[in-house]
């Protein structure tokens, strides 16, 4: 579970990330994806700014292709 708040005062995310021990790495990996991608379409409503959302989501599976590439990599 990740829950972040915004600090106007100090203009920062006040963050409270919290994991088990039982979460495996790669169901890590594919959370964090998730987060982005989602991030990447709340900020696109806020906004409106197509061109950032693109270049967030693109960052976003640029991350887990080379997460899986690494995975593949390990396992040989």
Same mark, same amino acid.
């Given at each position: $579970?990740?829950? &972040? *708040?915004?600090?106007? &005062?100090?203009?920062? &995310? #006040? ?5 088990? =021990?039982? #979460? $495996?790495? !790669?169901?890590?990996?594919? *959370?964090?994806?998730?987060?982005? $991608?989602? #991030? &990447?379409?709340? +900020? ?5 700014? !197509?061109?950032?959302?693109?270049? #967030? =989501?693109? *960052?976003? =599976?640029? *991350?887990?292709? =080379? +997460? ?9």
């Amino acid at each position: $579970m990740c829950i &972040a *708040f915004w600090d106007g &005062a100090d203009r920062s &995310a #006040m963050r409270i990330d919290l994991w088990t =021990k039982d #979460m $495996m790495v !790669d169901e890590m990996a594919e *959370f964090y994806y998730q987060m982005l $991608m989602s #991030m &990447a379409d709340t +900020f696109n409503r806020a906004t409106h700014q !197509d061109e950032i959302t693109n270049d #967030m =989501k693109q *960052f976003a =599976k640029q *991350f887990i292709e =080379k +997460f899986r590439a690494a995975q593949v990599k390990e396992q040989q």
